[in-house]
């Protein structure tokens, strides 16, 4: 079968097995690629895409399956060293939020590409503990451009990732993604017992790592903040390279064991010493959903000016360029008794006519808020206030930089 497109959908509320601890993780899918065993040209997926649909409550979001998954002893074969499953997947522009297991799972061939989605906020029940992404058996895949955001850990799962690549993953690249706030490693690479004489290969580079915690469940060791990796199969081989890590205070990165892995070129930065640059909010037109005519008070450079919503949800607040600004982080500056607590930012791509979001928080929002994510390129910003926890929002500043890393 080729040719499957999935566009504009919402996908909602797949609950079977929701919540329940269930033995195996078949059910409850919102869209679930089959392709099966014994090996059928016919019974191979191809071309796929999946845009600008959005799977929210469901027991597992998007699963590429390949057809050689155990549920029941929870293993893989590959026949002959060959990997399976559907080929030429596209998801993009989709949203993956409040997913009991696997939000996004790419068991997939080769030749995907996942980018511009947002995996936010997903809590995990069943036995691997919170997995938001996760690329299984899948060779040539590329995740660019994606948001990982407030991945939650449930209970003592040893887990707790946002991206899981785990088995057989041969030469998968990550780069220019966003993982911020997880509950614990945010990438796991394990290649578990199962994988044993199978190579697994992977590139890391250019990706935002914020405020990712350490899994402090020491039953299965040491738990960096971003990377976790464990092979008790074979030896794997990598690269980690160009990464800018924000990280809460004490985490370490990496595991002990960094044998195979090629780490070099990354910068551990902080939000708040960091040298920030020019504000390129300075140079822009502010305009909002309500109160227009203050809307520059968010970008005088004053913090004792400001900007008052109509209302306290279903807000936004603007920023225009006459000519494309580059940026990987916003900051806002809250004021008096302010009290965001749902909001993201998005940018204005041009050529795709569409908002992007790079930055999405369903947490309280503070003072000060600073949103490190990787770079964009446009002519405008705008922070959607979704809600406050009481009132109406107040903005001091809306600011706009393309801090060095
Ligand atoms: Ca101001």
Redesign the pocket.
């Known amino acids: 079968m080729d040719y499957l497109w999935l566009e504009n959908l919402l996908v909602h509320h797949i609950s079977e097995g929701r919540a329940t601890n269930v033995a195996g993780d078949a059910d409850g899918y919102g869209t679930e690629l089959l392709s099966f065993l014994p090996k059928s040209p016919n019974a191979i997926l191809s071309d796929v895409t999946v845009k600008s649909t959005t799977y929210i409550d469901n027991h597992n979001g998007f699963h590429d399956s390949m057809g050689h998954f155990d549920v029941v002893s929870y293993s893989y074969s590959v026949s002959g060293g060959q990997y399976e499953g559907s080929r030429n997947v596209t998801v993009q522009d989709s949203l993956f939020q409040n997913t009991d297991l696997w939000a996004l799972v790419l068991e997939s061939y080769t030749g995907n590409v996942i980018h511009n989605n947002f995996v936010h906020n997903n809590t995990q029940y069943c036995f691997a503990g919170a997995v938001a992404g996760a690329i299984v058996v899948a060779e040539n895949v590329t995740w660019q451009y994606n948001e990982f955001s407030e991945n939650v850990r449930a209970g003592t799962s040893p887990d707790g990732e946002h991206l899981d690549f785990e088995a057989f993953n041969h030469n998968d690249t990550v780069m220019f993604n966003s993982f911020h706030d997880s509950d614990g490693p945010a990438i796991l690479i394990s290649n578990e017992t199962y994988s044993a004489g199978n190579p697994l290969n992977f590139n890391f580079h250019d990706n935002v790592f914020y405020n990712n915690a350490q899994n402090t469940n020491t039953s299965v060791g040491d738990q960096p903040a971003n990377f976790w990796w464990f092979y008790p199969g074979t030896q794997p081989t990598g690269q980690i390279t160009s990464n800018a890590y924000y990280n809460l205070t004490g985490v370490i990165n990496y595991p002990s064991n960094t044998t195979g892995v090629t780490i070099s070129g990354n910068h551990d930065l902080s939000v708040t010493t960091e040298t920030k640059g020019t504000n390129y909010a300075l140079t822009a037109t502010a305009t909002a959903s309500s109160n227009n005519a203050s809307a520059g008070?968010?970008n005088?450079g004053?913090?004792a000016?400001?900007w008052s919503s109509a209302t306290g949800s279903n807000e936004w607040l603007e920023l225009d360029w006459t000519s494309s600004v580059t940026l990987n982080e916003l900051e806002v500056d809250q004021a008096g008794s302010s009290s965001i607590n749902n909001y993201a930012v998005q940018y204005w791509d041009a050529s795709a006519s569409l908002w992007r979001t790079v930055f999405t928080s369903l947490r309280s929002m503070g003072t000060t808020k600073y949103m490190p994510t990787y770079p964009f390129t446009t002519t405008k910003v705008r922070l959607l206030i979704n809600t406050t926890a009481s009132g109406v929002a107040t903005i001091?500043?809306f600011k706009a930089y393309n801090v060095a890393r």
């Open positions: 008070n968010v005088d004053n913090l000016t400001t001091a500043e």
